[in-house]
């Protein structure tokens, strides 16, 4: 399989975070995924959650509108969701598991569980000409679920493999990253592209990148934070490097 270029997608979910922690405009996360598009993201991702923790409605309209990037519209299977999507119709849309209580995504969405539901959610965002994304665990049955409900893209969770790294748990680490590696050639073989994000840094995102299978990486928390020390700039240009010398 030749190896192509694989795409960065920077969630700007948490400049939002810090937007609201203090109420006010500022920082504006419309201007960050600017700054992202100008050092070199592929696309600009952001969660649209139910209770607006961060990114807001107006921040959607505004990121439709203003980017030239193509936007990968995060959102929860609900029919206010479902709704937004058909408005705006965004490049992509990643149905993601959502529960309120929660700091960040845990784990991924049940699409084995919920097939015929999910079938027919995401059928209108397919007609409306928007990629269809499922994110879900680095599971045989759930990208096999994902496939015949008419996805065009699974993001497998790379959560478990990064914890796994932080905390030197390096058996089970190399145990998650072989799995990762096996269901990313599956679902490539069923026809759907690969993508893959949560938790990726400078540290772990290389033997992801490398995947042949692999195209596009979404990552935020890590790289807002770096923001803070680099620059916003700064950071996604190391994140791009160590991508792109992994495909190398």
């Given at each position: 399989m030749a190896t192509e270029r694989l795409r960065l997608g920077v969630n700007i979910d948490h400049v939002a975070t810090v937007r609201n922690a203090r109420g006010g405009a500022v920082p504006d996360p419309v201007r960050a995924a600017k700054l992202a598009e100008a050092a070199g993201a592929d696309g600009i991702?952001?969660?649209?959650?139910e209770d607006r923790r961060h990114i807001r409605d107006g921040d959607i309209e505004r990121l439709a509108?203003?980017?030239?990037?193509?936007l990968n519209f995060e959102m929860a299977a609900t029919a206010e969701m479902q709704a937004i999507a058909l408005r705006i119709r965004p490049h992509a849309v990643c149905v993601v598991p959502e529960r309120r209580e929660e700091r960040t995504t845990e784990g991924g969405l049940?699409?084995?569980?919920?097939?015929?539901r999910?079938?027919?959610?995401?059928?209108?965002?397919?007609?409306?000409?928007s990629r269809v994304s499922m994110f879900i665990a680095a599971d045989r049955a759930q990208i096999e679920a994902s496939a015949r409900?008419?996805?065009a893209v699974v993001e497998l969770h790379t959560g478990g493999y990064c914890d796994a790294h932080a905390e030197g748990r390096f058996g089970e680490r190399d145990a998650e990253l072989a799995r990762l590696r096996e269901m990313s050639?599956?679902?490539?073989?069923?026809?759907?592209?690969?993508?893959?994000?949560?938790?990726l840094t400078y540290d772990t995102v290389a033997p992801?990148?490398?995947?042949p299978e692999m195209r596009e990486l979404n990552i935020g928390h890590f790289l807002i934070g770096e923001a803070i020390f680099l620059g916003l700039?700064?950071?996604i240009r190391e994140m791009r490097r160590l991508m792109d010398g992994a495909r190398g």
């Amino acid at each position: 399989m030749a190896t192509e270029r694989l795409r960065l997608g920077v969630n700007i979910d948490h400049v939002a975070t810090v937007r609201n922690a203090r109420g006010g405009a500022v920082p504006d996360p419309v201007r960050a995924a600017k700054l992202a598009e100008a050092a070199g993201a592929d696309g600009i991702t952001a969660h649209l959650r139910e209770d607006r923790r961060h990114i807001r409605d107006g921040d959607i309209e505004r990121l439709a509108a203003e980017l030239s990037v193509p936007l990968n519209f995060e959102m929860a299977a609900t029919a206010e969701m479902q709704a937004i999507a058909l408005r705006i119709r965004p490049h992509a849309v990643c149905v993601v598991p959502e529960r309120r209580e929660e700091r960040t995504t845990e784990g991924g969405l049940d699409v084995a569980g919920d097939e015929a539901r999910l079938a027919d959610y995401i059928a209108p965002l397919r007609e409306a000409g928007s990629r269809v994304s499922m994110f879900i665990a680095a599971d045989r049955a759930q990208i096999e679920a994902s496939a015949r409900i008419g996805a065009a893209v699974v993001e497998l969770h790379t959560g478990g493999y990064c914890d796994a790294h932080a905390e030197g748990r390096f058996g089970e680490r190399d145990a998650e990253l072989a799995r990762l590696r096996e269901m990313s050639a599956h679902a490539h073989s069923l026809g759907l592209e690969v993508h893959a994000g949560h938790g990726l840094t400078y540290d772990t995102v290389a033997p992801v990148a490398a995947f042949p299978e692999m195209r596009e990486l979404n990552i935020g928390h890590f790289l807002i934070g770096e923001a803070i020390f680099l620059g916003l700039e700064g950071a996604i240009r190391e994140m791009r490097r160590l991508m792109d010398g992994a495909r190398g």
